[in-house]
T-cell receptor, first 112, second 108 residues
Framework: DTEVTQTPKHLVMGMTNKKSLKCEQH?????MYWYKQKAKKPPELMFV???????INESVPSRFSPECPNSSLLNLHLHALQPEDSALYLC???????????FGQGTRLTVV | RKEVEQDPGPFNVPEGATVAFNCTYS??????FFWYRQDCRKEPKLLMS???SGNEDGRFTAQLNRASQYISLLIRDSKLSDSATYLC?????????FGSGTRLSIRP
């Protein structure tokens, strides 16, 4: 099983809304990631969790707040987003921080 | 200088052709390299790992050249279904770093 599951698949939210993106994996992977991808661009790293602790924050604005409740789950809490935050948000996991990563199908977010 | 440089293409080749992509990287200490494939509006999917000794999987061959700091992907006998964006990936200090991606279109 090399599956990373993300919900929801699509999300439309207003600039005053609070929403959360969810990611789940049951491969026993200890590293989990959030990426943002705009059209025709490669994925950009946002956050890295290693052994359930935030290890990398790529200077992401505070309106994005990650959370790792346990080793299988990763959330991204969204609040007061801007229209330019509209993108595909990808979650990934890897066995450790040097191994190949597996991506979820992503959440396509539109901020209106 | 970008950590990973990749020719964006697009490459437009006929079915059956051989096509090669390269990526160069700046950090000589990087240890792990991969090629991913991404179809339109889909997530990146692991294609293959890249080793100095080379890695072959059917029509696909990946190679790492540490001395020149580049990785390559060769696709032989290309199929229509190979049309996608190919992303080279480097792991550096726990970060998965993507190249800009190369768009490949295979025409009948």
């Amino acid at each position: 099983d090399t599956e990373v599951t993300q919900t929801p698949k699509h999300l439309v939210m207003g600039m005053t809304n609070k929403k959360s993106l969810k990611c789940e994996q049951h491969m026993g992977h200890r590293a989990m990631y959030w990426y943002k991808q705009k059209a025709k661009k490669p994925p950009e790293l946002m956050f890295v969790y290693s052994y359930e602790k935030l290890s990398i924050n790529e200077s992401v604005p505070s309106r994005f707040s990650p959370e790792c409740p346990n080793s299988s789950l990763l959330n991204l809490h969204l609040h007061a987003l801007q229209p330019e935050d509209s993108a595909l948000y990808l979650c990934a996991s890897s066995r450790d921080s040097d191994g190949e990563a597996f991506f979820g199908q992503g959440t396509r977010l539109t901020v209106v | 200088r970008k950590e990973v440089e990749q020719d964006p293409g697009p490459f437009n080749v006929p079915e059956g052709a051989t096509v090669a992509f390269n990526c160069t990287y700046s950090n000589s200490a990087s240890q792990s390299f991969f090629w991913y494939r991404q179809d339109c509006r889909k997530e990146p999917k692991l294609l293959m790992s890249v080793y100095s000794s080379g890695n072959e999987d059917g029509r696909f061959t990946a190679q790492l050249n540490r001395a020149s700091q580049y990785i390559s992907l060769l696709i032989r006998d290309s199929k229509l279904s190979d049309s996608a964006t190919y992303l080279c990936v480097m792991i550096d200090a726990s970060k998965i770093i993507f190249g800009s991606g190369t768009r490949l279109s295979i025409r009948p």
